[in-house]
């Protein structure tokens, strides 16, 4: 009796894993059809792919696919096709990204310093000239981001009591997060209305108003200024260079048209599309939707080069004596 019992069991084990395998297959096949319908919706790059050609080559290759390094290979291709290095597929504990051809390395400073960690950093230099470091926040509730944006707000409003003749905005080390928090701290400086807009419909634009920040009329967050000094005509300064990234990079927009204002170091990451998280079935996508645009109407679509290039090396540690700190400084001292 125990053969046949065993028998039965190793009948019925092989028929248990090849029903699990069948359905993964097909949950591969599904994610990928379903990806691909999202995609042809809502990408950025939506009108300048053969989706449906693609459709037949990569869901076949999914149905093909045995394990979760095979279907990630078919997800990644799928992103490359969109040329979408920015966003990412995630399914079970795997997340899969499109890797540029080309890819722009970080400088050795900036990893180091993102290995420390990175906080928000205030100084009142030499000639009434402030800094203000500003690092990469992590989305949050409303609360938690109007609690950053408040402690950003204050830290501005620390120097301009001080009677700061100008401001160097160092996001050398801002390599994203949430932009809102970011751009309602620097009221004072970015001014009230519209800041910028993504160009994925709806077109949502970037509005600072009555110390909120607006997604056109969604309130993200909200602050409560302890100075009422307007700098939106000082004299400015903008550190940018290749740890400079999404959220990072959309700030940096915000100060494209503004007066009296400079950007200085080397290009940025050039991650500036705008990410939509949709879910699909058991997985999630991030797709990039759209581009950033500044006030003015200019859509950004690769990375933003300075006024001035400056690829020495990064002194976070010494700011006094940062080659671009100091070039800033003399330019300020010069308007």
Aim: proline share 4%.
């Amino acid at each position: 009796m125990k053969k046949p019992l065993l028998f039965f069991a190793i009948l019925y084990f092989s028929f248990s894993l090849n029903q699990e395998i069948s359905a993964q297959v097909n949950d591969y096949a599904f994610l990928i059809d379903t990806a691909i319908t999202v995609m042809k919706s809502k990408s950025y790059m939506k009108d300048k792919v053969n989706w449906e050609a693609l459709r037949t080559a990569l869901v076949n290759r999914a149905k093909a696919a045995t394990n979760i390094n095979e279907f990630g290979g078919v997800a990644k291709d799928l992103l490359g096709t969109a040329n979408d290095f920015h966003g990412a597929f995630f399914y079970r504990d795997s997340v899969f990204k499109y890797k540029q051809k080309i890819e722009r390395p970080f400088p050795g400073a900036v990893t180091e310093e993102w290995k420390k960690g990175v906080y928000l950093k205030s100084l009142l230099l030499e000639r009434q000239t402030g800094y203000l470091r500003i690092p990469y926040i992590t989305v949050g509730s409303k609360e938690e981001m109007s609690k950053k944006a408040q402690q950003l707000n204050d830290s501005l409003c620390s120097l301009l009591e001080k009677g700061v003749k100008g401001l160097i905005i160092d996001l050398r080390l801002n390599g994203g997060g949430a932009m809102y928090p970011m751009m309602l701290g620097l009221e004072q400086v970015l001014g009230n209305g519209k800041l910028g807009s993504f160009t994925a419909a709806p077109k949502e634009q970037w509005i600072i108003k009555q110390h909120s920040f607006l997604m056109d009329a969604r309130v993200l967050c909200t602050i409560q200024p302890k100075c009422t000094i307007s700098a939106t005509e000082m004299p400015v300064v903008v550190l940018i260079g290749g740890g400079t990234g999404s959220s990072g990079e959309f700030l940096a927009m915000s100060f494209k048209g503004r007066k009296h204002t400079l950007f200085l170091g080397s290009p940025t990451v050039g991650y500036v599309t705008s990410i939509e998280g949709l879910p699909i079935g058991k997985a999630y996508l991030y797709l990039s939707t759209g581009y950033g645009m500044d006030r003015n109407g200019i859509i950004y679509t690769d990375a933003i080069t300075p006024d001035i290039i400056d690829d020495s090396i990064d002194q976070f540690n010494n700011i006094a004596n940062d080659p671009k700190v100091k070039k800033a400084m003399q330019w300020i001292l010069k308007q």
